[in-house]
């Protein structure tokens, strides 16, 4: 890639950020221009791409618990929705032919079927890039929407293996015998220590898995996603998570850039594709009411329909597979690029206001919700609590051992990963499981007595989230946030807390301190 493509993205990237939009928007945007003042794309550009894809699934396998997907909500919501939108394509494109003389609705009810498959997915990389923005992917919102795309990725991959009359090689079934190799990749994992062996490993494990499944005549990123879920729950896992997300983000901007590419709009393609937009609303009342019809939450349904209301780049894998078998005309294949570009422009900045949506809204959207609803974490009812830290990673566990010290039992602590609580809880830590983003969580919680609420987050989003659920739940008390920035400080304080720890700086000040007795001796 070309200083020129670099600059470019930079600019946009950069633009959008200062007034307060995602900078893939930018990226997107960066792309049709480049294409429209007639740069053409390298094959750089591709490869760049076709890694960010492979190591965003692998990293979204690190993340899946394989027995989340054998769900019936989560499974049959998603049949259940495709399905729906399936069918409601065909009567809108059949109106779309009627109130217009655009040829290119001139279509069978194979071609407009077609058309609806390839917009019935979900973006896998819009909504990884939304929750790992806001710190939510262990929410259970994200084990819904995360479960949904797999499922979809899935049905795009057996598509396209009964489009192309692909048949996997007899191999394939020996791709059985991966599971075989946990205990080895674990051993490796451990011997690799904590440098740079970790993400070389991860860049093995990612392309290599999808090679092997290319070989045998399968798609090379289904292959990355399995690989990655083969190994998840290893110790170093979250480790090697940490290590790649970097590089995944920067080859990802590859894959924003490369939509551009695909051809260049007319003024009817635009029209075409707002049309497309226009119509999202409906895909997430679809996916909202499926969930709660599966008796999920209220809160839970919202904003994993929310995550799932755009258009995915599989549809455009769909729709290029189709041009390429003349099922579809070449102008198809620019409306749904288009249509997905705008989509994740709605997504994302829909998704920047969902709490605050919700946390307004609440009263309305929760009427939906079904009687026999899921569980969800039971009501705090202790009343002595004084400090409640949220989020119990390396910060939170340090400052709980160390205020339980002068506090004892009245300190809680609140971890949003169902496992990672049992585990302070086995170790006879006062850890509960709780969604500090829900304001129904804060609902149950007895405030009276609480003197300071600590937020131990990595998250400027989602603590600016939590102190707005906070004060609509009367909160009264002090809010201590950490930032690793001073403007990210600067800005927290503004929002409403009271102490705003800046974590580089504090942790020298506090690193000197504790190691100045040594001076003495």
């Known amino acids: ?155 795009a991959v057996l598509f396209l293996l009964a489009a192309t009359g692909k048949v996997p090689s007899l191999w394939a079934i020996s791709l059985l015998g991966l599971f075989f190799l946990r205990p080895l990749i674990r051993k490796i994992f451990d011997a690799s220590g904590h440098g740079e062996l970790i993400p070389l490993l991860g860049f093995m494990l990612a392309l290599g898995s999808a090679e092997l499944f290319e070989l045998v005549g399968l798609k090379g990123d289904l292959g990355a996603l399995v690989v990655g879920m083969l190994i998840a729950g290893l110790p170093k896992t979250n480790e090697l998570y940490k290590s790649l997300i970097s590089f995944k983000d920067l080859f990802l901007i590859g894959f924003f850039l490369s939509i551009g590419f695909t051809a260049l709009p007319t003024l009817d393609m635009w029209f075409i594709a707002l049309a497309f937009a226009l119509v999202l609303p409906l895909k997430l009342l679809m996916f909202f009411f499926i969930f709660v ?44 690029a288009l249509s997905i570009s705008l989509s994740f422009i709605c997504s994302t900045l829909l998704y920047k206001y969902a709490h ?70 086995e170790n006879k830590l006062n850890v509960v499981c709780g969604d500090a983003d829900d304001i129904e969580f804060w609902e149950q919680v007895h405030l009276e007595s609480t003197k300071l609420i600590m937020l131990a987050i990595p998250s400027v989003n989602e603590m600016k989230n ?18 690793r920035y001073e403007d990210e400080r600067q800005e927290l304080l503004h929002l409403g807390a009271d102490v705003a720890f800046n974590y580089y700086a504090e942790v020298g000040m506090g690193f000197a301190e504790e190691s100045m007795h040594l001076l003495k001796s």
């Open 466 to 483: 939590i102190i707005y659920q906070l004060k609509l739940s009367k909160y009264t008390g002090r809010i201590a946030v950490i930032a």
């Open 1 to 155: 890639m070309n200083i020129i493509w670099i600059l470019v993205a930079f600019t946009f990237g950069f633009v959008v950020k200062q007034i307060g939009l995602p900078p893939l928007i930018g990226y997107l945007s960066a792309g049709f221009i480049l294409h429209a003042v007639g740069i053409e794309p390298e094959s750089s550009l591709e490869t760049l791409a076709d890694l960010g894809i492979t190591l965003m699934l692998f990293t979204i396998g690190l993340k899946v618990n394989f027995r989340q997907l054998m769900r019936l909500d989560i499974w049959g919501g998603t049949l259940s929705h495709m399905s729906l939108w399936v069918i409601f394509t065909l009567p809108f494109l059949t109106l779309c032919s009627v109130l217009t003389s655009i040829y290119y609705f001139d279509i069978t009810l194979t071609q407009a079927a077609l058309i609806g498959f390839a917009l019935s997915f979900s973006s896998t990389v819009c909504a990884i890039k939304v929750l790992e923005d806001n710190s939510e992917l262990k929410t259970k919102h994200s084990d819904l929407a995360i479960g949904v795309l797999i499922i979809q990725d899935i049905a």
């Open 293 to 336: 019809g599966f008796s999920i939450r209220a809160r839970t349904s919202f904003l994993s329909a929310l995550l799932l209301t755009n258009y995915s780049e599989f549809g455009l894998i769909v729709a290029s597979l189709s041009v390429d078998q003349k099922w579809l005309s070449n102008e198809w294949l620019v409306i749904i």
């Open 356 to 425: 605050t949506i919700y946390g307004r809204k609440k009263d309305q959207i929760i009427q939906f919700q079904r009687p026999q609803r899921k569980p969800h974490p039971p009501a705090l009812q202790s009343t002595d609590i004084e400090v409640l830290i949220v989020g119990m990673g390396r910060v939170g566990t340090g400052a709980y051992h160390e205020l339980v010290k002068s506090y004892d039992s009245k300190i809680l602590g609140i971890e949003v990963d169902q496992q990672r609580a049992d585990i302070f809880q």
